[in-house]
């Protein structure tokens, strides 16, 4: 059964840049038709959708995050990763990575996620 562990730190200052890795074990991120995606749920809101790394490589973003958010992998090490950069408190919210696949829609039927990271954006 895959496993995913979201690491990074707790706390950014605003205009800094977010990064944040997702472990993946149990499973490869390159296994085929398999979708690995970065969701964050803000205090009070719902859960949104940022952005995905396909199998082959491939990215896909949220239209209005695309501007300042990356996610890149490593195949050695089995990790995701994201970056979102020019933080402000808004971004404050607890990150999650899942996976998707190999059928349902690839950026919204997540099967597997890990526990999720607390990240608040305060000088």
């Known amino acids: 059964q895959v496993q995913l562990q979201e690491s990074g730190p707790g706390l950014v200052k605003p205009s800094q840049t977010l990064s944040l890795t997702c472990t993946v074990s149990g499973g490869s991120i390159t296994t085929s038709y398999y979708y690995w995606s970065w969701i964050r749920q803000p205090p009070g809101k719902g859960l949104e959708w940022m952005g995905t790394?396909?199998?082959?490589?491939?990215?896909y973003y949220s239209p209005s995050l695309k501007s300042h958010t990356s996610i890149s992998r490593d195949t050695s090490k089995n990790q995701f990763s994201l970056q979102l950069s020019s933080v402000t408190p808004e971004d404050t919210a607890v990150y999650y990575c899942?996976?998707?696949?190999?059928?349902?829609?690839?950026?919204?039927?997540?099967?597997?996620w890990g526990q999720g990271t607390q990240v608040t954006v305060s000088s």
């Open positions: 899942a996976r998707a696949g190999p059928s349902g829609n690839p950026t919204g039927d997540f099967g597997s």
């Open positions: 790394i396909a199998y082959d490589g491939s990215t």
